[in-house]
Structures are given as structure tokens and as C-alpha cells.
């Protein structure tokens, strides 16, 4: 089947802005997730977005949806080094139940 | 107390025994799922069950059985492991509805590791 694409690394310094992308696969998807993983834990939700949504804003998270194109973007402002970890997009192909797919996770690499 | 415990957290295990990763949770969810997280797959879904009667398989459910013995209990089962399967296991539920405009929200436990040898 159709994979939940992301870039797997990224690296910035402390400061700057990070952006994670992503590309999903079923457009009638209705919420689409972003989860991170500190090392050594489990998945916890960071934020998410309605599709009827083209922009959201949570403090220093940003989320980004283009529907057209399947794309969703999360941008870090003013990155830090407790914001290292795995970032994983996710969704839900189809609303009537089946599980979250999650794309392979973006290790973001945050220097000082 | 987690939301959602697995047991046990580490195991090492040798090619050909039966091994079960256990999953319990206080959320009050029907929802269960069992996921598998390798270096660079991310999470990849074994199998799903939506409440005590109901088990789907996921994208990568040969070799793995399931078993939904309450709501809260949702157990995975290696009947015979080998090599490949080690992965770190993840366990998570979620009511599959969401509240107050927020979507639905699976909620994750710390994980098994799984070493095969």
C-alpha cells in the first residue's frame, strides 16, 4: 500500500526554526497527527489538525496543511535541545475505524 | 500509575519459543492496537481490535497472534519467534471518537523490547 512519507533526519541548532514534512495518502483522511518520541519512550500526541483546517498555531508549534498536495508540515519555532527526538506524522485513512498509520519518523538532532 | 502498561519492558528470547508481550489499560477505550517500531520503518500495525469480539489483522500480522481476553487486556503472541522479530513492541488505545473538536487520540505505552536470538 501507500506509504506515509517524511524525511528521515534533520539537524539544526539551537534557535533556529525546524520544519518536519510530510506527505499522507488518503485525502478523505479527517485528522492528521503529529506524535514525538523522546529516547527510550513511547509515542505522545504533540498536536493535530482538522482537515477543514489550513493552519494551526499551538506556542511555538505550527502546523501546516496543503490538502491538494496530501502535504502537512510541522515548524518549530525558536528550537530547542529537549526538542530532540522522533517526530512522526500520522493519520487515519478512514474515519469509520481503522488504526493511525504513521509515517517512519523524523529524527530531529537539535546542537547547542 | 501509566494509562497504558505493558509487560513485560525487556526480553531476550531464543529462535523458536513462544513468547507473550502483555498490554493492559485504565483509559476505558475499546480500541486496541499492537504496533512494531524498527529503526527507520517507524511504526508498523500488526493487529487492531475494536472491542472484546473484534480482532483485524494489520499491515504485518504473520508470525503474530493477538488475544482480547477483557476490554482493558489486549495480549501479543509470538508462537514460534525468530531473529526478525526483534522490535521494539508498542501497545496503544483510543476511543476512536475524540471530544470537543479534537480528533481521536491513541495513547501509547513505554514499549517492549524484544530480542530474538
Known amino acids: 500500500g501507500e506509504d506515509v512519507e517524511q524525511s528521515l533526519f534533520l539537524s539544526v541548532r539551537e534557535g533556529d526554526s525546524s520544519v518536519i514534512n510530510c506527505t499522507y495518502t488518503d485525502s478523505s483522511s479527517t485528522y492528521l497527527y503529529w506524535y514525538k518520541q523522546e529516547p527510550g519512550a513511547g509515542l505522545q500526541l504533540l498536536t493535530y489538525i482538522f482537515s477543514n483546517m489550513d493552519m494551526k498555531q499551538d506556542q511555538r508549534l505550527t502546523v501546516l496543511l496543503n490538502k491538494k498536495d496530501k502535504h502537512l508540515s510541522l515548524r518549530i519555532a525558536d528550537t530547542q535541545t529537549g526538542d530532540s527526538a522522533i517526530y512522526f506524522c500520522?493519520?487515519?485513512?478512514?474515519?469509520?475505524?481503522?488504526?493511525?498509520?504513521f509515517g517512519k519518523g523524523t529524527t530531529l538532532s537539535v546542537s547547542s | 500509575d501509566a494509562d497504558v502498561t505493558q509487560t513485560p519492558r525487556n526480553r531476550i528470547t531464543k529462535t523458536g519459543k513462544r513468547i507473550m508481550l502483555e498490554c493492559s489499560q485504565t483509559?476505558?477505550?475499546?480500541?486496541m492496537y499492537w504496533y512494531r517500531q524498527d529503526p527507520g520503518l517507524g511504526l508498523r500495525l500488526i493487529y487492531y481490535s475494536f472491542d472484546v469480539k473484534d480482532i483485524n489483522k494489520g499491515e504485518i500480522s504473520d508470525g503474530y497472534s493477538v488475544s482480547r481476553q477483557a476490554q482493558a487486556k489486549f495480549s501479543l503472541s509470538l508462537e514460534s519467534a525468530i531473529p526478525n522479530q526483534t522490535a521494539l513492541y508498542f501497545c496503544?488505545?483510543?476511543?476512536?471518537?475524540?471530544?470537543?473538536?479534537?480528533?481521536?487520540?491513541?495513547?501509547f505505552g513505554q514499549g517492549t523490547r524484544l530480542t530474538v536470538v
Open positions: 500520522a493519520e487515519i485513512p478512514n474515519q469509520a475505524g481503522t488504526a493511525l498509520i
Open positions: 483509559k476505558g477505550h475499546d480500541r
Open positions: 496503544a488505545t483510543s476511543d476512536g471518537k475524540g471530544r470537543r473538536g479534537r480528533g481521536p487520540e491513541a495513547f
